[in-house]
C-alpha cells in the first residue's frame, strides 16, 4: 500500500544515497536525492516526496535546519538518521517536528518499517478512530476500555492516555516531551520521572513480563514506542 | 635579590634609616602614628632616584612622646620635691638631690625629652626649694651649677641606654616574628602542588605578614610571553603590569623606590629559581605598615625566594607528572589501536571475502544455502564492527569526563530497554530476571543501557545459559548482577578482566565490552567485580549508590507525582493511582534480595 510513493534522500554521503535508492527502489519507491540543506529544501518544494530521510550532518550545517525552514503543513513527514551516542540530537530534531529516527547503521527492514509507519498516519492529521487495534491490544475509546486479548484491564485515566498516545500511531517514536505535553500539558515536560512511573505501571499491567516488555518498548534516552504488530 | 638591599640601601640615607628606626623604638611615637592612621612605610618613604623626594613627614610630629610622658616626668619631680620638703629637716642636700636623681632617672625611662624635661624641673625644684638661699632661684655656691650639670647627664645617659635597650629587645622581637613568619610560610608552601596553589598561599601570607596587598603572577600557559594572575585580588593597571613585566624580564625588583619605573605605585619582586624567573610578586602597600626599618625588604626578599624555588618545584614535578602521563597514554594507545585494529580487520576481511564471492562470475551459481550463509555472515560481522566501534567511542567519551546526565529511572525499564535491543542476539536462549518493579536508580539512561548490552553480551558470548540477571538494593547501593552458567572466569584473571583489551577466552571481541562497564560505573561513582559464581558460571556485578549525594534532580517523592495535574481528562478523575510500587497482583513474584 506504500510502494509508489517518492522518498527524499538528504544524505551528504554517496554511498549512503546509493544504499538507499537501490533499497527503496527495490521495493517500489521511487527517490530524489540531496546532499545539502538548500537542494533538500528546494527537493522538497519541486518534488513534494511523500517522505524525508534526513541526515543531520550535513556539509552547509544542521539538517534540522531543513525542518526549521518549512512551515510544518508545507513540511512532509521526516526521518532523521543519526549514529548512536547521539540521543540528545534525535530529542531536539523529533521535538522541532522529525517523526521518527533511524540509528546508523540501520538494517532495510527496519527503513522499510519506519517509511511504512510515517506513510500509514499519512502526515499524521487523520482522525483516530473509535476503536484501536495494536496487536493483541484492543482500545475502545468511547467505551474507555482497554482488552488484551479480550481480557479487559482496567486502566488509570492517565494510564489510558498515554496507552492512546501511543497506540495513535503503532511503531512510531514519541520524546518523553510529546508524551508529558501531550497528557499533562505543556507546562509538565520536564517530569520525566512521573511519566516513567506511569509507564512502568501502564507495562505491569499491559506486558506478560514487564522486564521484558513486547509493547511498550523504551527508547533509551529519547522516548517510548509501541510496536508496530508484525504484518 | 641583594639588588634589592642595595637599592634600599642606597636611597634611604643611612641618617634617615637611623632616624626612622628611633622612631620605631619608641612605643609612644608608634601608638601615636597608629592612632593616627598616617600612611607612611618603607615603600612609600623611599624616596626615588629620580629625586622627587616626597616631603618628609615634619620631625617633631613623629618623635613627640605623648603628653602623658611629661605630665609623669613633671609629676614624679613634683613628687620628688613634696617628699624632699618634707623630709628635708632630717637629711642633708646631698640625699635630696639623690632623691631627684631617682627621679630623672625614672622619668628618662620614657624617652630622651621627657628625661631632659625631668631633668630641667629638677634643677629648678631643687633650686627653688633646697639649694640656699632657698625660695628663689639664685645659687649661692658655684658647686651647685656641677650638680645641675650631673643631673642633666644622668639623664642623657640613662634615657640613651633605655632607649638602645628597647630598640634591641623591639629588633629581637620583629627577628623573631619574621623568622616565624617565614617558617610558617615554608612550612605551608611545601604542600603546594600547583602553581596556583603556590601563588594563593604567598598572596595570603604576605597580606598576613604585611600591611600590603599584593598579588603574584606567573607566565601565561596558554599565551608566551604573557603574564596571568595566579592569585591576589589586586586589580592591576596597565602601567603596573608594565612595572610587574619588567620585574619579570630583568629578573630584578622594578617599581616604587627602585630605579626602574620609579613612578609606579607598586613595587615588583621577581620570582627567581635556577636563573630563571618564573613569576613575580606585586605589592602595593595598603596602609601603615609595622615595618618602618629596612627589615621589611630582606622579608620581602625572603619571601620571595621561597615562593620562586616553590614554583619551580610545582613545575617541575607537573612536568614529570605529564611526562609520565603522555608517556603511559602513548603506550595505551598503541597497543589500543593494534588491537583494535586486528579486530576490525577480521569481520572486515570476512565481510569484503563474503560479498565478492556473492558479486564474483560464480556468485549466481552458488547453492542458495551458500549464498544465505555468506550473507548472514556479512550481517553478523557488519554488526561485530559496529559493537566495536560503538564501545570504543563510548570509552573514549566516557574517559575523556563525560558527566552522566542523571535521571531517575526504574531499573526495571533499564533491564527491558537492554534487553528489546539484544532481541535478535539472544535468541530463544532462557533468561532468568529477578528485578523487583519498586526499584529506582538516577542513572544516565544512555550509559546505562550500555552496562546492560555489554554485561549481557559478554555473558551471550563467553557464558553458557540460562543467562540470570538480578537487581537489588543493598545498604546505600544498588546492585545489579548478571550471571551466566559456563566456564566461569579462569583463576586469578578477576578483575583485570575489566581492563582494556583483556580477554578470557577465545571468543571473538576486542576486550573492550568490560572496560566500557566499568568506565560508566566509576562515572556514575559506582564500581564494579568479577567473580566464578560458586556452582559455576561467571558473575558480573555492578553496585552503584542508591542514593548519590551529587547532581541530578532529588530523588522524586510519591507526594510530588500526585501534584501534577493532568491535562484535560478524558474522564472522571480518579485519584492518581499508580505508584513506584503498583498492584502486587499482577506482578511477576519477584525479588528475593540476596
Known sequence: MTAGSTVLVVDDDVQVRRFLRTTLAGHGHATVEAGTIAEAIDAIRRFQPAVVLLDLGLPDGDGLAVLRALPAEQRPPVIVLSARGQEGDKVVALDAGAEDYLTKPFGASELLARIRVVLRRGGGTAATPAILQVGPIRIDQPRHTVTIDGREIHLTPIEFRLLLELARCPGRVLTHRQLLSEVWGPSAVEHTHYLRVHMAALRRKLEADPARPQWLLTEAGVGYRLREPAA | ?594
Not at chain 2, 51 to 70: F, Q, S, T, V
Not at chain 2, 293 to 300: H, K, Q, R
Not at chain 2, 428 to 435: A, G
Request: glycine content about 8%; proline content about 8%.
Open chain 2, 1 to 594: 635579590m641583594s639588588a634589592a638591599r642595595a637599592w634600599y640601601a642606597s636611597i634611604v640615607p643611612p641618617a634617615r634609616m637611623s632616624e626612622l628606626r628611633d622612631v620605631s623604638t619608641d612605643p609612644n611615637a608608634a601608638r601615636e602614628r597608629a592612632a593616627a592612621g598616617a600612611p607612611r612605610g618603607p615603600l612609600e618613604i623611599a624616596p626615588t632616584a629620580a629625586g622627587d623626594r616626597r616631603a618628609p613627614p615634619a620631625r617633631a610630629a613623629r618623635e613627640r612622646p605623648g603628653a602623658l610622658a611629661y605630665v609623669r616626668a613633671l609629676g614624679t619631680i613634683a613628687a620628688t620635691t613634696a617628699f624632699g620638703l618634707l623630709v628635708f629637716p632630717y637629711t642633708t642636700l646631698a640625699d635630696i638631690t639623690m632623691l631627684y636623681l631617682i627621679a630623672i632617672a625614672l622619668a628618662s625611662l620614657r624617652g630622651r625629652r621627657p628625661a631632659l624635661a625631668a631633668a630641667s624641673a629638677a634643677v629648678l625644684a631643687l633650686n627653688f626649694c633646697f639649694i640656699p638661699p632657698r625660695f628663689t632661684f639664685a645659687v649661692s655656691d658655684t658647686n651647685h651649677v656641677l650638680t645641675f650639670a650631673v643631673m642633666f647627664a644622668a639623664g642623657l645617659v640613662i634615657s640613651t641606654l633605655t632607649g638602645r635597650l628597647r630598640r634591641q629587645e623591639r629588633e629581637a622581637v620583629i627577628r623573631e616574628r619574621n623568622t616565624a613568619a617565614l617558617f610558617a610560610f615554608t612550612r605551608d608552601i611545601a604542600g603546594a602542588t600547583t602553581p596556583g596553589d603556590v601563588a594563593a598561599v604567598t598572596v595570603r601570607h604576605l597580606e598576613d605578614v604585611f600591611p600590603i596587598a599584593a598579588t603574584v603572577e606567573i607566565p601565561d600557559a596558554g599565551e608566551p610571553g604573557a603574564l596571568v594572575s595566579a592569585a591576589g585580588l589586586m586589580p592591576l593597571a596597565r602601567a603596573e603590569q608594565a612595572v610587574a613585566r619588567w620585574a619579570f624580564e630583568h629578573r630584578a625588583p622594578a617599581g616604587l623606590g627602585t630605579d626602574t619605573l620609579a613612578g609606579a605605585r607598586v613595587l615588583a619582586l621577581p620570582l627567581v629559581a635556577d636563573d630563571a624567573a618564573v613569576g613575580v610578586i606585586i605589592v602595593q602597600a595598603r596602609r601603615d605598615p609595622w615595618r618602618q626599618s629596612g627589615a621589611a625588604l630582606p622579608l620581602l626578599e625572603a619571601f620571595a625566594r621561597q615562593a620562586g624555588l616553590a614554583l619551580a618545584r610545582v613545575r617541575y614535578a607537573a612536568e614529570a607528572r605529564a611526562a609520565a602521563l603522555r608517556a603511559h597514554t602513548e603506550e595505551l594507545r598503541s597497543s589500543l589501536l593494534s588491537a583494535v585494529s586486528h579486530d576490525l580487520r577480521t569481520p572486515l576481511a570476512v565481510i569484503t571475502g563474503a560479498a565478492t564471492t556473492l558479486l564474483g562470475a560464480d556468485g549466481d551459481r552458488l547453492p542458495p544455502a551458500a549464498r544465505t550463509e555468506l550473507l548472514s555472515q556479512i550481517v553478523d560481522d557488519a554488526r561485530r564492527l559496529e559493537r566495536i566501534l560503538g564501545n570504543l567511542l563510548q570509552l573514549t567519551r566516557v574517559e575523556s569526563g563525560l558527566v552522566p546526565s542523571r535521571e531517575w529511572i526504574p531499573v526495571e525499564e533499564l533491564v527491558g530497554a537492554a534487553l528489546t535491543r539484544l532481541e535478535d542476539a539472544i535468541g530463544d536462549r532462557r533468561v532468568l530476571l529477578d528485578v523487583p518493579p519498586e526499584l529506582v536508580a538516577s542513572v544516565d539512561p544512555v550509559l546505562f543501557e550500555q552496562v546492560l548490552i555489554n554485561l549481557i553480551d559478554n555473558a551471550l558470548k563467553h557464558g553458557a545459559p540460562p543467562l540470570e540477571l538480578r537487581a537489588w538494593r543493598e545498604g546505600a547501593a544498588i546492585a545489579l548482577e548478571v550471571r551466566d552458567h559456563g566456564a566461569g572466569i579462569p583463576e586469578g584473571v578477576g578483575e583485570r578482566l575489566f581492563d582494556k583489551l583483556v580477554r578470557a577466552s577465545t571468543a571473538p571481541g576486542a576486550g573492550l565490552g568490560l572496560a566500557v562497564v566499568r568506565a560508566i560505573a566509576l562515572a556514575h561513582g559506582g564500581r564494579v567485580t568479577a567473580d566464578s559464581a560458586p556452582g559455576g558460571g561467571a558473575r558480573f556485578r555492578v553496585e552503584i549508590p542508591a542514593e548519590p549525594a551529587l547532581p541530578g534532580a532529588p530523588r522524586p517523592t510519591r507526594d510530588a507525582l500526585a501534584e501534577l495535574p493532568v491535562r484535560e481528562a478524558p474522564a472522571p478523575t480518579e485519584a492518581p493511582a499508580p505508584t513506584e510500587a503498583p498492584a502486587p497482583t499482577e506482578a511477576p513474584a519477584p525479588t528475593e534480595a540476596r
